[in-house]
């Protein structure tokens, strides 16, 4: 056999055999990408959403824990209970505005004295957190990360904070006020006497508080690009831009 025909006989079975290494090459290079990249994409993501909350913590609700922090910010402001709004008219309808308006100022007072106490509370609820459903949170709503946080940690919160914000409202002096509140409102003639439980109120609405102000920093992070301030935000969340 000529040198020329063995060339031509061999040529398919060269090329076939170079043809498969580049292909099986090729396989291990994409396999091992994808891998790669779904194992860290995982991570990320569940570690960016930490990360937002985290942030809104330490931005927004700190400020609640400020002076007016609550009292000041018409966003979370506790102010009377729908079914004591008779009793706010009552007083001002008899020149006790004045005390309708310290009970007022005490509810937040004590709010923002609570929130100071609780915080970490809330940061340690975030690191508890598994986000196994962490790219459909990115890929939702504005609010959906504070939204699945406020679903996971309302009940447990409730339980430490409840105590807390007791403790705030006689620190702050606001139990005094409100049974002075009460007891004018309830020696007024024909009202039907009330006794609300102004603990339970402060504390629902000083967590509904908080979720609203983590939610502000949420929306902002997901749509204003200067407020992702790590690499690790704007890799996250540059995927819902898309």
Do not use: C
């Not at 914000?165 to 005094?176: F, L, N, P, T, Y």
Request: hydrophobic share 40%.
């Amino acid at each position: 056999m000529n040198k020329k025909l063995a060339l031509l006989l061999l040529f398919p079975v060269i090329a076939t055999a170079q043809f498969n290494g580049i292909l099986n090459k090729a396989k291990s290079a994409v396999g091992t990408k994808t891998t790669k990249n779904s194992a860290i994409g995982n991570l990320d993501i569940a570690s960016a959403l930490k990360e937002a909350l985290d942030k809104g913590i330490d931005k927004q609700v700190t400020k609640l824990t400020a002076l007016d922090g609550f009292y000041k910010n018409p966003s979370v402001k506790i102010l009377f209970p729908e079914e004591l709004k008779k009793v706010d008219k009552a007083l001002r309808s008899v020149g006790l505005g004045n005390l309708a308006d310290e009970g007022i100022k005490s509810l937040n007072r004590a709010a923002e004295d609570a929130v100071k106490e609780s915080t970490p509370i809330f940061v340690d609820a975030v690191k508890g957190m598994t986000f196994t459903d962490a790219k459909n949170i990115l890929m939702g709503s504005d609010n959906a990360a504070t939204a699945y946080l406020q679903k996971s940690t309302s009940k447990p919160l409730y339980a430490k904070f409840n105590p807390k914000v007791q403790e705030s409202i006689g620190k702050v002096g606001a139990d005094k006020i409100w049974a002075t509140i009460i007891s004018k409102y309830n020696s007024l003639p024909l009202v039907a006497k009330v006794n609300p439980d102004i603990n339970d109120y402060v504390t629902n609405k000083a967590l509904e508080g908080v979720y609203k102000m983590i939610a502000v920093e949420e929306k902002d992070i997901r749509n204003n690009l200067s407020s992702r301030t790590s690499d690790l935000l704007k890799k996250v969340f540059a995927m819902q831009d898309n």
